[in-house]
Nanobody, 127 residues
Framework: QVQLVESGGGLVQAGDSLRLSCAGSGRDFSSYPMGWFRQAPGKEREIVASIGWNGGKTYYAASVKGRFTISRDNARNTVYLQMNTLKPEDTAVYYC????????????????????WGQGTQVTVSS
């Protein structure tokens, strides 16, 4: 059974940091690009960041560039999202996802390019 499990969400104050983790099983996720998406209440799911299978390329949404960092540990089948200087507008459910294309070195940023999704972890940033 293919699974992605996110962890690390929580309630923090503006300016704080959080580190999200996403552990994969049932598939060799180390050979696929991975991404983090988020969805706030009443809004569509949006890309936050993505990373190619070997970590060589990354993509960041303009709203998080310079504050968030995506990384991966292929030996652990795990991808991370370090979130610094959090803002109330970062409040959302954060999802990790695995892309469709095997050994794609790019960092896909469209939801349709991903085929496995985690259940999500809530991040709430108070002002």
């Amino acid at each position: 059974q293919v699974q992605l499990v996110e962890s690390g969400g929580g309630l923090v104050q503006a300016g704080d940091s959080l580190r999200l983790s996403c552990a994969g099983s049932g598939r060799d996720f180390s050979s696929y690009p991975m991404g983090w998406f988020r969805q706030a209440p009443g809004k569509e799911r949006e890309i936050v960041a993505s990373i190619g299978w070997n970590g060589g390329k990354t993509y960041y949404a303009a709203s998080v560039k310079g504050r968030f960092t995506i990384s991966r540990d292929n030996a652990r089948n795990t991808v991370y999202l370090q979130m610094n200087t959090l803002k109330p507008e970062d409040t959302a459910v954060y999802y990790c996802a695995s892309a469709r294309e095997y050994m794609d070195m790019s960092a896909p940023h469209l939801a349709g390019e991903y085929d496995y999704w985690g259940q999500g972890t809530q991040v709430t940033v108070s002002s």
